[in-house]
């Protein structure tokens, strides 16, 4: 009896904990994300200005210049990917990777 109370006192401790610390799964580093280079703009025309990439890990920027595959250097929740182009327009943000993303992972751009 006294066994299965400290069980149930274990148990319930360990899930308090949970309660109490954010036990988020993140992407871990040392992954590595890939993407396809965008060949159009929004409107249809082809690009000729594309200037790189920005890879965003959490609120972490990285200019990847014109790689198209990027290993991530640290842990993060959320990664996505931007183009930049020569006046240094910003496109908007690629599907985002989050912690349910399994292995390798490839990021198109809308």
């Known amino acids: 009896m006294k066994k299965n109370v400290l069980i149930i006192l274990v148990v319930c401790l360990l899930l308090a904990l949970g309660l109490i610390f954010d ?26 200005d594309l200037a790189g ?19 991530l250097s640290k842990s993060c929740q959320v990664v996505y990917v931007t183009a930049y182009d020569t006046s240094g327009n910003e496109s908007e943000p690629s599907n985002q990777l ?13």
């Open 53 to 71: 990439y920005k890879v965003y890990c959490d609120s972490t920027m990285t200019d990847v210049g014109n790689a198209v595959e990027y290993t």
């Open 98 to 110: 989050d912690t349910m993303t399994p292995g390798k992972v490839t990021i198109r751009f809308r």
């Open 23 to 48: 036990f988020t799964t993140l992407i871990s580093a040392n992954r590595t994300v890939i993407w396809n280079a965008p060949s159009t703009n929004v409107d249809g025309s082809p690009i000729t």
